[in-house]
């Protein structure tokens, strides 16, 4: 398969304004953008950048929902060279703080009215980020001491339109485009480093493989801070000539309005998110028919769901894969006319260029049709850890090949089957949650001795977590005031659903937890 016609994120951003011109770009509310519009609110933010001082390589953190101006801004900051810093928006004050002190965000955009979070008290909280000179309020009205964003994209006027073209045009393939939080089994968020060119050769692979089509119309719910989000979503539009159509929230009535008053034809989603609109009551009653393409990926998928959506909701094309942040959020694909049980239970054939071995607890190549850790190699791998050597080098070993921490079969087909995790990462409803992470934060609780976290199944949500957790003496916190106590220190998604008091945790050897002796407790806690 050839390599990307761009190897830039801004090259990408004028060839689809030429290509496209008067297509529909992004529509939101009652704004509907043509790609030229798109590329010259683009461009206005970038030269707002330059006035405001913002040089190559500078960080600069997006912390919002899916919003139109999300992407004005995201792209002009890739448009200067500068990197994009995406913040959960499930994240607590703590936990954003973290990553913008780490990452030396210099400019935060954000916004003000939506769930009812206070993003900019947020930021200033605990001392604030010393690194962070502004904070420009996208959307909602502004703070003391932030900018709004008209008045900030006033600022471009100082800057020509050439310099502006001057400065993409010094933005090279290999430059680092944007890092990408995530946590890892020590409990601390690692920012992956990601380039410019590698993510745009990924993602044209990966558009080509599912089937997007020019005039497609692209219903993004997964946050554009995650990579399904930004990768699949905002830049494989541009590529393929797809309208981004972002909303904010799911909620299944919702959604499957936009569905039918947009004529939605590809929608990305969790399969949490596909059983929830098939298990609303009045699904029958909204017109999804426009519906062509379906992208699954981040858990388990019941054979049945994929027979539902193809059946019940007329998708013509189900497709599922797996990915890891440091493989650019993708390494394997089904392709659309694979069968229900190849979607099912495999994550496809890995992407064109990539090469994936699966090896044994000592590095040797597992037998065919045997389990064994998946290792990737090529084009998609990270340029490391941020700031962290020593983890990029445990993650990328000499020969180049990326450890996912996943267990997996190959298949005579060629398919790629997760059968585990070697990491004990759990997913809740599409968000990754690492158990060492929340432990830590558990830890702080004054009535926790000791804790463990594994992931249990849950009907809506694919999996939740269960916390194991050994008491202080002389304490009595219960269960439902520690799972309070972590909705106020954590990202929703992170907060166990279920306590359950143990008098000690069961240990090896080494004094390891034995997670699979509590994920065994918990199954049968479960029947």
């Not at 060492?436 to 809506?460: F, K, L, T, Y």
Request: charged letters at 25%; glycine letters at 10%.
């Amino acid at each position: 398969m050839p390599d990307a016609p761009w190897r830039t994120i801004p090259e990408l951003v004028d060839d689809s304004a030429q290509r496209f011109a008067g297509d529909e770009a992004l529509v939101e509310d009652n704004e509907r953008w043509t790609f030229t519009d798109l590329a010259d609110r683009i461009h206005l933010a970038a030269r707002a950048l330059m006035a405001s001082g913002v040089q190559r390589g500078d960080r600069i953190a997006i912390w919002a929902p899916n919003v139109s101006e999300w992407v004005v801004a995201g792209l002009a900051v890739h448009s200067v060279g500068a990197w994009l810093i995406p913040i959960n928006t499930r994240f607590k004050g703590r936990e954003a703080r973290d990553v913008m002190r780490r990452a030396g965000v210099r400019t935060l955009f954000t916004v003000t009215d939506f769930l009812d979070s206070d993003y900019v008290g947020a930021a200033r909280d605990d001392g604030g980020v010393a690194s962070l000179d502004e904070i420009v309020v996208l959307r909602g009205p502004t703070a003391a001491g932030t900018v709004g964003f008209d008045d900030f994209l006033a600022r471009a006027s100082a800057v020509d339109d050439a310099a502006r073209a001057a400065r993409a045009a010094e933005v090279q393939g290999d430059d680092v485009c944007h890092v990408l939080f995530t946590s890892g089994t020590t409990g601390a968020p690692k920012g992956v480093m990601l380039t410019h060119e590698q993510v745009c050769r990924a993602y044209l692979i990966f558009s080509e493989v599912i089937g997007l089509r020019e005039g497609d119309r692209y219903l993004i719910v997964l946050p554009f801070f995650h990579s399904f989000g930004l990768h699949a979503g905002i830049l494989c539009c541009l590529m393929k000539g797809a309208t981004i159509v972002p909303l904010q929230v799911f909620e299944p009535a919702t959604t499957m309005r936009f569905i039918t008053d947009e004529r939605i034809t590809a929608f990305p989603g969790a399969p949490a998110i596909y059983q929830g609109m098939l298990n609303h009551p009045d699904v029958d009653a909204f017109d999804l028919s426009s519906l062509r393409l379906a992208i699954l990926g981040a858990a388990a998928i019941p054979v049945e769901l994929v027979e539902q959506m193809r059946g019940r909701l007329g998708i013509e094309c189900v497709v599922a894969g797996f990915g890891i942040t440091e493989s650019s959020g993708i390494v394997s694909m089904c392709r659309f006319d694979d069968p229900p049980e190849v979607i099912a239970h495999t994550c496809g054939r890995p992407l064109p260029g990539l090469e994936v071995r699966l090896v044994d607890d000592e590095g040797v190549d597992a037998p065919p049709s045997t389990p064994g850790e998946i290792l990737v190699r090529g084009y998609t791998l990270m340029r490391g850890y941020l700031d962290d050597p020593d983890q990029t080098a445990a993650a990328i070993d000499g020969d180049g090949w990326l450890h996912t921490g996943d267990i997996g079969v190959l298949r005579a087909d060629g398919n790629l089957a997760i059968t585990d995790r070697k990491k004990d990462m759990f997913v809740v409803g599409g968000f990754n949650v690492y158990p060492a992470e929340v432990e830590n934060m558990m830890s702080a609780h004054p009535a926790i001795g000791q804790v463990a976290v594994v992931g249990i199944p849950d009907a809506r949500l694919g999996e939740v977590g269960l916390a194991y957790v050994v008491p202080r003496p002389g304490t009595d916190a219960t269960s439902d005031a520690i799972v309070e106590w972590c909705r106020e220190q954590m990202a929703n998604y992170k907060v166990p659903r279920a306590v359950e008091f143990v008098d000690g945790l069961p240990l090896n050897a080494s004094g390891k937890v034995l997670k699979y002796e509590l994920r065994e407790r918990a199954a049968a806690r479960a029947t």
